[in-house]
Each structure stands twice: as C-alpha cells, then as structure tokens.
C-alpha cells in the first residue's frame, strides 16, 4: 500500500523487515514537486545519486524540459527503489537561479563575464607560458569526487601525458584515501572486497567510526529491515557521537579521539587470545601473522582501556561479539580516515577480517567506504595521483603497459617519484612552484584544513586559479578564470559506489545557460593545447562520454577494475553491475577474494607498501622479499599518541563531521529547500556533562577556538562523549554577507577555521578529528533553539524538549512497498 511520508522528519522512512539470508523487499520512494503527478511525467530519465557514496540508482521526471522530481529504481541492486533525503531533494539545486551560465575572468581585481573563447585562451596561454618558462611542475590539477568516470579518465591522460605533470590530486584526498591505501597494504591493490549485499547475510556488522545513517541512510535502511525482521544482526559501533548506529548497536564504544589503533590492537590481541581465527586461512592466504600475533601480544583490554577511557569489560564483549561471529560484516569511514593514524586503524579493521578468514563469502566482508558518489572512479582512473587503472608506478612494466595505451613513451609518464597529493600541492603553490591550479568540482576554500592559510595561498597574485564549478563558489571568487560546469542530470556518464556498482546517468535535460559538461571543457582544453601521441596523432582520440567510456575500457583491461565487458547498453534499464566485468565475470562480480588474494603478487600488485609509521615508500625488493607468492599482508601497528591532545589552554578535543541532510560545503544542498531548513546553520555538540560542569545551555552563542582559528554557533548539548566538541563542516560563507570568508571582526563559522595542517603518513589524508580547543560563551541563547536537527546523532538527550525537526508538506514523499516492479521501474 503506497503511503506519503515526511522524509526530513522521518528520514528513513517505513520499514519492510526481511530476514536474514532472504532477499531485500523493494519499496519505492518518489518525490514530484507540487502540482505534478505521475501522469504528467513526459520522462523518466536513468540516474544515480551524486550527493553520496551509496550509489542509490533512481529515475529523473522530466516535465516541458525541466527536472521535476525523482523516484528510486525498484530493479537496482544497491537501493532497490529506496532514497534518503538528499537524493529524494538535492536535485532542486540544479534550477537554482544563482548556477553559472557563462564564463568569468578577472579584469583589475573583479571577476566580469565573458564568452567561452575568451575564457580558454586564457587557460590556454597561461598554460604554454608555464611549460615554456618553468616546465610541467608548474601545473597542477585538483578535482573532485563527483564529476563523472569518463571525466577523469579524460584529466588523467591529459595531466599526465599532455602537460606531464605529476600534481594530480582529487578531493577524495580528504575523505576516502585511506580507504584506498589501506586496501593496498593488505591487499596490494585497492578494489573493495565486499558489497553492500553482505548485510543480507551478516549475523555481525561492526561500523567503525561510520555513522552509516547519516552518510549512507538507504543502507542504514537496510540494517534497519534486517533489524526488525527474523533472525537480525548485532552491531558493534566505535564513535564518540550518539548516533542512530550507537543506539541501536549491542555494544557501543565511544574511545578517546586518536585512539583507535589501540582499540583495535586490543580487540586482535582477544581475538587471537582466545584463538578465534581461521588457522587454515592464514596459512593459505596471509603472510605476517606472527609478527602481528607478537606486536598486539600485550595489548589487552586493560591496557587499551588506559589510553581509549572506555571500560576494559567492555572491550572484552566488543571482541566477543567479533570472535564469535558466524558471519562477520565490517564498515569504515571518516571516524578512521580523518583520525590520527588512518591507515594504520583502518589495516588492523582488515587484520581482523583476515585472521578470522571473513572475506569472500556471502555476509562476510570489509567495507572500506567512499564518502563521495564517484571517489572510487578518481581513483580507478588515476585522477587521485595513482596510475589509472590500479597500475604501480614504481613498476617499470606497468607504466610501460599504460605507455603503449595512450602511445606515448614511457618517459612522458611522470613516475620518478609519489604522485604529488592535494595538501602537498596547495605547499607548492604557497612557494610559489606551482603556478597554475585548477580546480574542477570542489571547493577548497571551504573543506581544506586551515582555511586562513588556503585564503591567503588561494589569493597569490602569482597563482593563477580555474575554477569549473556550477556556482560561485568561497573557491571561486579567488579564481582567475572561472568555467560554468554541467551536473548530474544535464550530461551523460558512469560512476561507481562504494562497492563496485557502476551506473549510467543519462542527461535528462539541457544545462543551463552556456554551462558546458566537465568532459566538454576537458575535450577542449586538450585540443586547443594539441596534444600529441608518439605518432603525431591526437593523444585524446574520443568526443564524447560512451567513446571515451570505450577508451577507459581498454585502459582497464587486464587489472583489477577491468571493464572491459561493460557496455552502456548494458547498463541501461536494469540494475548497476559490479567490476570486474569481464569475459571470466560477465555478469560482474559480487565479490572479490572469494578463492584465494588475487593482486598482491609483486608483478601485478598497485603498490609495495609504506611504513604506517613514517610513510617511507617500500621498494620492489621489500615487498618481494615479504611476499613472494602474492598473499594478503597482515601489517601490525603500534599504538602513538596524538600530535595534538588538549591542555590547559586547549581542554578539549575538537572533531568535525557530517549531518544527515548537507553534503560537503552545501553548494547543492544548501540550495534545496527542504534540506537547508532542515540544518539552516552551523551549530557546536557538547556533552550535556560538560555543559552542566560550564553552566552552558541549549541555543547559547559560543566560540570554538584552535591555535589556527575560530567559529560561532549555537550549542546543542547532547550525549557526546565527554570531552569533545563536534562541528558539522558543511558550513561556509556563499550564503553570508561576507561571501568568500569570514569578515575581519568576527569569527567565521566554517570548522575548517580551526583545524589543523596535518596528515597520515600513509594515505596522506588530513586529520580533521584530532584538534585540541577552548570552549568560551558569547551570549545566552535564552530558549533559544541551536539549528541542529533532533533526527540524528544531534538529536537532544529529551528529544521532545526541542521542536521537532520536519519537513512539512514540502518533504512528504510516497512510499510503495511490496509491490512489483518491471525492469524499468514501474509497477507491474
């Protein structure tokens, strides 16, 4: 029976309980603007959700050539027909009257309009003069994890055989690098092992430091049908926050902020303590266990309880529930990747499944998750620093066999070192060795650490800035030159989830004004520069998405993430599929590992390893030596405190995050009605202890301050773990007076004010969750309500205390469960 729902009040939704090992039920969301009803539909266009990493496969409606809604896809794999709130409204933002129609450059110090032509000569002309002058390492390139495959693939072979640079960074440097990096150490090439299928069949899923209703809500939608159906799963969380997980979870721990290695290495030592692992699978598929065995051998729970604050018993009955598990489900995210040691925490995760032979069978496996909807084709196409196609760059065949795709010399391929990463480049550019930086789909001024000193780099006379974005974003109104992009829903391309799920996205309707898709501006770029393959030829042979989808095909052959047996007729109508696609795989592939480890061999594996410790590169020889057969590697770490812990001046810890209904810097959902009244403003969540300890209050004005920087907003006491602060980082200032940055007598209220300009040594991924602050008053709130939402993990410890948070008539949205559906989309 359809029913209509307030999705901003009941974000999740209703439930249809499954039990475990059945299939998820579909029930299918869908949201028309008012006045429109399915009958006045003209068009359901194919897509996917950009504004996470779910991958929530859905159709546009397309009315007298504009987007009028969406409703989720019964027959895909990954939602079956579900959407969480920024699927089911961020699209809104697309008609936004503020999008960038036509180009803009800088004229004495103001950015004016101009045509196209204007525009790229300048790109153009400012690039040959840095070739001829200071050569490629003059030239870097920041993009982002939401454009499309077919995109960076298009950058990568551009940047580094056109330009031939090696500054080539994505913005998935700040959310899900450690994602990829751990997944090289222990695997030796990145490819997620598992698939979001496994929740079917887990009896325990572990999140750790993922708040999976918030980040991924259709998949928490999942966890919660299991929950209410036969047979439910038991959940481990690790986070300081009260989230929706943690309230639902069987045991929840919230350690002290930096600590989870040692966590972790206390809840092996158990594992191994009481012999709870697969000895036949160790033996057959790993190398390394004893020194693991050795390194975690005095890392009980008393010990860790010293260094995390939570209770040694309950470490204890974390590990039992690990231990103990039949089928053992594990998720990772930012409350890892943005820790003090990342890449170490996040290896230990995958220790885990290792030791215990969790890998490879239906509801055993790891997820180590993407934040963004295409992180995982930045890093498959090489837009992220790596080689595309998960080749290594400190093997001489590989570049090689990447050389002989494009047909160009080995040579022109930078890989004399690591491949610069993004907090490395914006170093550069404040020296002043980089000279030019573009920056497609992203918005740094807004999500870097230390936005004062990204200010000021940003704003060097000497730097000349691209920006290609849809608005004029804090970023853009530094630029020298800035392209109207296209987005999602106004050109056609691939992009893969979290695990492995490659969409089509159609273009349902036209972009506007004079907006162009990233591929076009790309295309462009690379034949006005005329670059060229060894043979004199074009070196970028494609003119549109599905020939340069072809292209990437061919690049893709052979590796991991081979596409080869995908085609876009196939990808039209039913469900996503998984990578591998092959002539082994052509129906894809749920799984990886499921007979053995598949690319660590020192000949075909990504990389050879870095020291957790100092990120010092392992040589060929090294790993070689370590793993001549090509197993898994189990990597221990030891446990190192925190550069920065709180002190007398500094008593707390500061970590940001995300909330439910915004994405990254809110240049979308900012714009989407319901969303942003849902979270209008930044708001700071301290533990209803410290509030009392400080005689604070809901709604009171208070100012976080780092050694970097401050912000404002309103306090929402809440049942954090004691001692930390969290800031939601979405919050910058295009929707402010100020515009581009804080005004000159008052903090700002962007988080990333106060953080610090620090990175794990492996994955290089800056720590946002380890800064030390003091906490003062500004002014009474006197009843005054914090913009905090009451659904989430902000929510209030007396919910109904508060006004609820609602979406009214605007947000309600039909929900069909139970029904059948067609192969595209309809009810039967």
């Known amino acids: ?363 055993a496996g790891v997820l180590q998750m993407n934040g963004q909807p295409t992180a995982q084709n930045t890093r498959e196409c090489g837009a992220d620093g790596d080689l595309p196609g998960f080749r290594n760059w400190q093997n001489d065949a590989h570049v090689a066999d990447l050389a002989a795709v494009w047909n160009v010399e080995p040579a022109t391929i930078p890989h004399h070192g690591p491949p610069t990463h993004a907090m490395q480049m914006f170093r550069y550019a404040e020296q002043g060795s980089i000279r030019m930086l573009w920056i497609s789909g992203t918005n740094p001024a807004v999500s870097l650490p230390e936005l004062a000193r990204i200010r000021t780099i940003l704003s060097q006379e000497r730097l000349f800035t691209v920006v290609q974005d849809l608005f004029l974003t804090e970023t853009a109104q530094f630029a020298d030159v800035v392209l109207p992009a296209a987005t999602w829903g106004e050109k056609t391309g691939t992009f893969t989830n979290a695990d492995r799920t490659v969409h089509l996205s159609d273009k349902a309707v036209e972009p506007p004004g004079g907006a162009r898709p990233d591929l076009d501006i790309f295309l462009e770029y690379a034949a006005r520069m005329d670059f060229r393959d060894k043979a004199g030829g074009p070196l970028v042979t494609w003119h549109d998405a599905e020939s340069a989808f072809e292209a990437w095909k061919r690049c893709s052959a052979g590796r991991p993430c081979d596409y080869t047996g995908l085609t876009y007729a196939m990808l039209r109508g039913g469900s996503g599929i998984q990578w591998p696609v092959n002539e082994r795989a052509p129906g894809g592939t749920a799984r990886l590992y499921t007979d053995g480890i598949d690319w660590a061999h020192p000949d075909v594996c990504e990389n050879y390893g870095k020291d957790l410790v100092t990120g010092a590169v392992d040589s060929a020889v090294e790993y070689r030596s370590l793993n001549p057969d090509g197993k898994a590697i189990l990597k221990a770490a030891e446990y190192l405190p925190p550069h920065e812990t709180p002190d007398e001046d500094h008593p707390f810890q500061l970590t940001t995050g995300r909330t439910l209904y915004h994405f990254h810097t809110r240049t979308k959902t900012g714009r989407a009605p319901q969303l942003n009244a849902a979270a209008p403003d930044v708001w700071v969540e301290i533990s209803t202890d410290d509030a009392a300890r400080l005689g604070l209050a809901e709604g009171d004005l208070v100012e976080v301050s780092t050694p970097r920087g401050a912000l404002r907003g309103r306090l929402r006491p809440t049942g954090l773990r004691p001692g930390v602060l969290f800031v939601p980082f979405h919050y910058g200032y295009w929707d402010t007076p100020a515009g581009s940055g804080p005004d000159l007598t008052t903090p700002g209220r962007a988080a990333n004010e106060t953080t610090v300009t620090d990175w794990d040594p492996a994955s290089k991924q800056p720590l946002f969750k380890t800064a030390a602050a003091a906490l003062t008053l500004v002014e009474r709130g006197h009843g005054q309500p914090s913009p905090a939402p009451t659904t989430t993990a902000s929510a209030p410890p007396a919910p109904h205390a508060l006004p609820a948070t609602t979406g009214g008539p605007a947000a309600r949205v039909s929900q069909a469960p139970d029904t059948a559906w067609d192969s595209e989309g309809d009810p039967r």
């Open 1 to 363: 029976m359809e029913s209509s729902v307030d999705r901003i009040g009941d974000p999740w939704g209703g439930r249809v309980p499954y039990g475990r090992h059945e299939p998820w039920p579909a029930r299918v969301d869908t949201y028309l603007v008012d006045g429109v009803g399915p009958d006045l539909v003209q068009r359901w266009v194919q897509a996917a959700s950009i504004l996470h990493s779910d991958g929530d496969a859905m159709d546009i409606a397309v009315v007298d050539g504009r987007m009028a809604g969406v409703r989720g896809r019964a027959t895909d794999r990954v939602n079956r027909g579900r959407l969480g709130p920024k699927d089911l409204f961020g699209w809104q933002a697309n008609a936004s009257p503020d999008r960038l129609t036509r180009p803009l450059v800088r004229e004495n110090g103001h950015l004016v309009e101009t045509d196209w032509e204007t525009a790229m000569h300048r790109v153009v002309s400012r690039s040959r003069e840095l070739l001829a002058e200071r050569g490629p390492g003059s030239i870097g390139f920041y993009t982002s994890g939401q454009l499309f495959l077919e995109e960076y693939y298009t950058l990568a072979v551009l940047a580094r055989a056109g330009i031939g640079t090696s500054h080539l960074d994505g913005n998935t440097r700040l959310c899900t690098a450690t994602a990829g990096e751990a997944l090289k150490e222990s695997f030796g090439s990145d490819g997620q092992p598992g698939t979001y299928d496994d929740i079917d069949h887990a009896d325990v899923i572990a999140l750790f430091g993922h708040n999976l209703a918030e980040t991924q809500p259709v998949q928490w939608m999942r966890v919660l049908d299991r929950l209410h159906g036969s047979d439910p799963p038991r959940l481990l969380c690790v986070d300081p926050r009260p989230t929706q997980v943690a309230r639902r979870a069987a045991v929840h721990l919230a350690p002290r902020i930096g600590t989870n290695v040692a966590l972790l290495n206390a809840l092996l030592h158990e594992t191994i303590r009481h012999d709870r692992v697969d000895h036949a699978y160790i033996n057959a598929h790993t190398v390394g266990f004893e020194e693991l065995a050795a390194r975690v051998a005095e890392c009980g729970p008393e010990w860790a309880a010293g260094i995390c604050d939570v209770p040694a018993a309950r470490i204890a009955e974390a590990a039992e529930l690990l231990g103990g598990a039949d089928r053992l489900l594990s998720t990772v995210l930012q409350g890892v990747y943005q820790s003090h040691q990342a890449t170490a925490a996040a290896v230990q995760v995958n220790n885990l499944h290792l030791i215990r032979g969790m890998l490879g069978r239906p509801g």
